[in-house]
């Protein structure tokens, strides 16, 4: 498995959804987690809509909905540490259990209130993963630099999202020298785990040398060829007709998503 797969979601397309400008597609993208986190608590049939507008976005995008549900499942382990509400939050009990001598009662308003966290947190994850599917991570900087967000954040994490595919590449020639040195002929003992936790916590130390070491090199080179803290793209990164309409529309969305939400 290619290791820049997990951190690069980007698939390249023509779509209309990939040539909107990055802010409209940040701006919405923060207004919908925004308005999935609003939505009361049991409107399911709300939720299904804010769903089926990710399902609608997506296939104009051309990406395929394996994508995304795929790696949207990195939410659930997460929001499996909120399964206390179904204990915590009064209403009518449903079943009764006994966890280390303590009376728990499992009651319907707690579960309510846990399948829409859940159900909060899925669509929220799969609207950024469609954001990161559709937009480049350049576009994406330059998207925020456009909002205004200060800029020695948008350095820091670019350099974070750029040497994050240099550390993983010397992180597998670590494993990779490992693994050739380490060598057990058939019938063999086997090493022991304090061998073995030795070894690997001298890989983490020389990953850590590595890595102050390169910084520093990185560092004087892009002083050297005058950078100033910013990230400099040909890219105008104009606000065109569409975008406007396209921001109208999602606005509209979730007003509407909203107003339902409040008079129902």
Known sequence: MNPNSVFDLYQTASSPVHTLDPRVKITSTIAFILSCVLLPDGYWILYAISWGILILISFISQIKLSFILKRSLIAIPFTLMAITVIFTIPGE????????????????????????????????????????????????AHGLRH???????????????????????????????RAARSAISPGSKQPSLMWKAKVTGNMVGQLFLRSYERSDRVY???????????FLT????????????SLLFVALFLFGIQSIAILF
């Open 147 to 177: 909002l205004h967000i200060p800029p020695i954040l948008i350095a820091i994490l670019s350099f974070m999202y750029r040497y994050l595919f240099v550390l993983t590449s010397e992180a597998q020639r670590l494993l990779n020298a």
């Open 220 to 230: 004087d080179a892009m002083v050297a060829r005058g950078f100033k803290g910013e």
């Open 93 to 140: 009990p449903l079943s009764k259990i006994n966890l280390f001598n303590l009376d728990l009662t499992i009651t319907a308003e707690g579960l309510i209130r846990f399948a829409s966290i859940m159900i909060r947190a899925w669509c929220s994850v799969q609207a950024t993963i469609l954001l990161a599917a559709t937009t480049t991570f350049p576009d994406l």
């Open 234 to 245: 040909y890219n105008p990164h104009t606000m065109k007709t569409r975008d406007w309409i």
